[in-house]
């Protein structure tokens, strides 16, 4: 196959590109960051998705993991310039695939008022996209992860206090390591053959957990 990741410089979208070369495909990440994968099969482009639209002949996958964390920016790179990106993709005649990384924020509301508002619009997004693409046989879904242990969580990940405190609060008391969301992506796009429109949460039972009170 031939993919192309967004958001490829660390975390989700690195554990992505690794995980697809290790089982022989070709891949082609974009970031406005270098990459530290050095691959013969990987191809690294440096750039920003509201303006960047890499060439990719003959593209089976792509799988949309570039995001921010920064509120004001959040509506802009997280739900429109994706959209946006997506778009200039859609008429690729090999295409079988599309991803979305999203959040559990998009089902709970958990996070940044924009944040929230963006990931949600991206579930909605995909569900609308995998009724229009079916037709064509391209299958199209999201990834909501909960807590993952990527550089962007640093800031919770060591305070060993805030960090037991977030453990606390799912079921299997851990997050999920970035390899996790990769191996569950490589599945939805490289082996997958009926799952579309769906949006799989990944939070470890988070959203899950409740103290029930008789």
């Known amino acids: ?83 946006a990106f997506t778009e200039a993709y859609l008429a690729e005649p090999d295409l079988k695939a599309v991803l979305f990384i999203a959040s559990a924020s998009a089902r709970n509301g958990a996070e940044f008022p924009r944040y929230v508002a963006a990931k949600a619009g991206l579930v909605g997004y995909m569900k609308y996209l995998a009724m229009e693409l079916g037709p064509r046989g391209v299958l199209v879904n999201s990834i909501s992860p909960g807590g993952v242990v990527t550089p962007a969580n640093e800031h919770i990940l060591s305070d060993p206090r805030l960090y037991e405190a977030v453990k ?39 959203m899950l957990k409740s103290n029930f009170i008789w």
């Open 1 to 83: 196959m031939n993919v192309l990741i967004t958001g490829t410089a660390q975390g989700i979208g690195l554990a992505m590109a690794e995980k697809f070369l290790r089982e022989g495909h070709r891949v082609w990440g974009l970031d406005k960051k270098h990459s530290p994968l050095k691959h013969p099969g990987y191809t690294h482009l440096l750039g920003d998705i509201r303006d960047t639209r890499p060439q990719v002949e003959g593209l089976n996958a792509l799988i949309n993991n570039a995001g921010t964390l920064n509120e004001g920016e959040a509506l802009e790179v997280n739900l429109t310039a994706t959209m």
């Open 168 to 206: 606390g609060e799912t079921i299997l008391g851990k997050w999920a390591e970035a390899f996790e969301v990769a191996d569950l992506a490589y599945y939805l796009t490289a082996v997958n053959r009926s799952i579309t429109g769906e949006d799989i949460l990944m939070d470890n039972g988070e």
